[in-house]
């Protein structure tokens, strides 16, 4: 099984132009890119957004609501707890490649990216990140953000890496 570890803010959700139930809506570019994506790779979607917040069943009637593309069939854990140290801040705590190796350490998986526009990933993960921020060099990005033709490439090519 190949899985996309999914970030919303910066990724599909750039600048607000629109809400519903569930909040703002996404760039239909970056869900097109979305589409492109799953459908080259045939991977499924992984929430490790704080959207996840919300919980797996509503993350699930999001997606089929909203028709977007793919299949969400998980959300990362919040693992604070597990990155605590008395010296350590809330971001060094909760760094978001904790809560996918947490996630991955239960479910095995084939080939996986990560899709973000931080970089708090473990050392470990840089090979299967892709960084949806500070992208002016891809026409279509928005701000500088988004999952753009070239970053849906680049997680092709990473998901097929072993194909």
């Known amino acids: ?5 999914l970030d919303i803010d910066g990724v599909l959700n750039v600048r607000r132009h629109g809400r519903d139930r569930f909040g703002s809506l996404f760039h239909s570019q ?6 492109q994506l799953i459908i080259k790779t045939n991977a499924k979607i992984v929430i ?7 919980g797996l069943d509503e993350m699930q009637k999001m997606w089929i609501e909203r028709e977007l593309p793919g299949e969400v069939i998980g959300i990362t854990p919040f693992t604070a707890q597990y990155e605590a140290t008395e010296s350590a801040s809330f971001m060094d705590r909760c760094k978001r490649g904790c809560e996918i190796r947490e996630w991955l350490k239960t479910h095995p998986v084939d080939s996986y990216v990560i ?15 892709v960084r949806c921020s500070n992208n002016f060099d891809c026409k279509d990005h928005i701000e500088g953000y988004g999952l753009t033709k070239n970053r849906t490439e680049i997680a092709i090519n990473i998901l097929n890496k072993f194909n």
């Open 115 to 129: 899709l973000d526009d931080d970089n708090d990933m473990l050392q470990s993960q840089q090979s299967n990140f």
């Open 48 to 54: 490790s957004s704080s959207w996840r917040f919300n």
């Open 30 to 35: 970056f869900v097109k890119n979305l589409k």
């Open 1 to 5: 099984m190949k899985v996309i570890f």
